[in-house]
């Protein structure tokens, strides 16, 4: 087998303990960026950042890939493009996909357990899943921006949201704050009276972003020239041509 190009990596702090199962020398990664999880809350900021991202790594003469730990995300991916580059992404909704190893098998598990919410040890770190510290989260960030009549009414909007969930379903590659985390799932379960479900993730499709190889079946591949599209059916994405600018 070839030996991987070598890659600039964006990645979304949710993943950052699950990266570090599989990038184990990984030398070919030249450079590596994290973003925030919270761009996830807006979009077009989260396309904007990213862009310019991508825009600096062209300068770039010794990296032949750029590789978004991303999906689709809220289409805050869509628009994207290099002017040099290959952009790589896995064909994914939003990171529910990457963590159980494929669209395929979100979807599966969607469909058996259409109440589940689910936790990883990246999402329950920023504290942005249902439970009592979300709460306190919230009543802390919106404090900043809201009066507090405001505040309290979008706490329990968030709260009716959770109305529609019965499972708290927790999924772990095996990182190192795994087990503390699904105990942490497992409080909030309890406290929003639902079920628990710990489920083992699947590094696979992560593996092989690092690593390749990027098959068109399991990844969207952007040339220059393209832009990232979103595609209504099972593909997820497609590569567009390049808007021009106004």
Same mark, same amino acid.
């Given at each position: 087998?070839?030996?991987p ?5 964006m ?6 303990k ?9 030398? *070919?990664?030249?450079?590596? !960026? ?5 761009? $996830? #809350?807006?979009?077009? &900021?989260?396309? %904007? ?26 289409c805050?991916?869509?628009?994207? *493009?290099?002017?040099?580059? !290959? ?5 994914? $909704? #939003?990171?529910?996909? &990457?963590?159980? %190893? ?44 809201? #009066?507090?009549?405001? &505040? ?12 529609n969930y ?29 079920n628990?479900?710990f ?13 390749g190889?990027?098959d ?31």
């Amino acid at each position: 087998m070839n030996p991987p190009p070598p890659i600039a990596l964006m990645i979304c702090d949710v993943f950052e303990k699950e990266l570090a199962l599989v990038t184990a020398g990984a030398t *070919h990664i030249v450079e590596q !960026r994290v973003f925030e999880i919270a761009l $996830h #809350d807006r979009p077009e &900021v989260m396309r %904007g950042i990213l862009q310019q991202a991508i825009t600096e790594l062209d300068g770039r003469d010794d990296i032949e890939a750029i590789v978004l730990l991303y999906g689709l995300c809220g289409c805050g991916t869509v628009g994207l *493009h290099s002017q040099r580059h !290959r952009l790589v992404i896995p064909r994914a $909704h #939003d990171c529910r996909a &990457v963590f159980l %190893g494929s669209k395929e098998e979100f979807a599966r598990r969607q469909e058996a357990c259409p109440g589940c919410y689910y936790y990883t040890p990246g999402w329950n770190l920023a504290r942005r899943v249902p439970g009592p510290d979300r709460v306190a989260f919230l009543k802390e960030s919106l404090a900043e921006r809201f #009066d507090p009549e405001d &505040v309290e009414f979008l706490i329990e909007s968030e709260r009716e949201m959770w109305a529609n969930y019965d499972t708290a379903a927790f999924i772990d590659m095996g990182t190192p704050v795994g087990p503390r985390e699904a105990a942490y799932t497992r409080d909030c379960a309890q406290q929003l009276g639902w079920n628990f479900e710990f489920i083992r993730g699947d590094a696979t499709l992560l593996h092989d972003l690092i690593w390749g190889p990027w098959d068109d079946e399991r990844y969207q591949v952007i040339l220059p020239g393209q832009q990232l599209g979103h595609s209504p059916d099972d593909a997820i994405m497609r590569a567009d041509p390049v808007k021009p600018q106004p």
